[in-house]
């Protein structure tokens, strides 16, 4: 229950923070890096941290790119603004 509860929370958390700036290609980059940090910490709860990392790296950089500013922003990007 502890693990079902921890990966729900950072699941919502990475939707919200996936998709920090404005062109598609800064949206990916965060989204990625941010899908691999919370992936590893959920991969780590569940034996693979790897795996999970790539998983959320994918999850992360897909929900960046394919969602416009206007339906998900996080602000602005401190990384390629």
């Not at 990392?53 to 602005?76: D, H, I, M, R, Y």
Request: with cysteine; proline share 5%.
């Amino acid at each position: 229950m502890r693990k079902l509860l921890f990966s729900s929370v950072v699941l919502a958390s990475l939707v919200a923070l996936s998709a920090c700036g404005q062109s598609p290609a800064c949206r990916g980059a965060t989204g990625a890096a941010m899908g691999a940090a919370g992936g590893a910490a959920i991969g780590a709860l569940a034996g693979n941290p790897l795996l999970g990392a790539a998983a959320g790296a994918v999850a992360g950089g897909a929900t960046g790119v394919l969602t416009s500013p206007n339906q998900l922003s996080a602000g602005s990007s401190p990384l390629c603004n």
